[in-house]
């Protein structure tokens, strides 16, 4: 999948989650909302692409929900 899109796709999740107040509750359901509906390859390259200068594009949300959960989105092998 294009990483513009994927960025773009993530970013707007974050935007949806922003809201809330909780911020430790948004970052739970960003992670939560890629675990269950993408596809393990995308999850595997939002995750590589988090550690790339493409981190810079997605919303800050998105960067400390991937940080803080990426166990629990790298796909299992």
Excluded: C
Aim: aromatic residues 6%; hydrophobic residues 45%.
């Amino acid at each position: 999948m294009d990483s513009n899109n994927l960025v773009r796709m993530a970013n707007r999740i974050a935007d949806f989650f922003e809201s809330l107040p909780d911020r430790e509750e948004a970052l739970g359901e960003i992670a939560t909302h890629l675990h269950k509906f993408w596809d393990p390859r995308m999850r595997i390259q939002i995750l590589v692409l988090a550690d790339t200068p493409a981190a810079g594009e997605m919303h800050a949300l998105v960067r400390d929900a991937l940080a803080r959960h990426r166990a629990r989105l790298t796909p299992a092998t």
